[in-house]
């Protein structure tokens, strides 16, 4: 049975940091792309990174313009865990944190395109 589970949310302070973590259970994301995307009250859901995994180690990683230069994605494969690492974070970060994966390779961020979800993890940043 496949499983994406998000850790890591919570509240911040603005120019503050978090990580966020997502373990996939009964699944192997090698060879796919594994997506982080938001969705604040009232706005459409929207990409905010993802990252191919080669199947023999590592991968390409990709960022919305929104979040470059202040958010990371990495992985520890052993522990078949994502992780984005957000900084610099601004109010318009706060939203409902989801990662996603797609079979096959990163072809476009399009979430319907997403096989597979976690059920979210809340981000909340203040002023």
């Known amino acids: 049975q496949v499983q994406l589970a998000e850790s890591g949310g919570g509240s911040v302070q603005a120019g503050g940091s978090l990580r966020l973590s997502c373990v996939a259970s009964?699944?192997?994301?090698?060879?796919?792309?594994l997506g982080w995307f938001r969705q604040a009250p009232g706005k459409e859901r929207e990409w905010v990174a993802a990252?191919?995994?080669?199947?023999?180690?590592?991968?390409?990683?990709y960022y919305a313009d929104s979040v470059k230069g202040r958010f990371n994605i990495s992985e520890d494969n052993a522990r078949n865990s994502v992780y984005l690492q957000m900084n610099s974070l601004n109010p318009e970060d706060t939203a409902m944190y989801y990662c996603?994966?797609?079979?096959?390779?990163?072809?476009?961020?399009?979430?319907?395109?997403?096989?597979?979800w976690g059920q979210g993890t809340q981000v909340t940043v203040s002023t």
């Open positions: 990252m191919y995994f080669f199947y023999g180690g590592g991968g390409n990683t």
């Open positions: 996603a994966a797609r079979l096959g390779p990163c072809y476009d961020y399009d979430h319907q395109k997403f096989d597979y």
């Open positions: 009964g699944y192997n994301y090698r060879g796919d792309c």
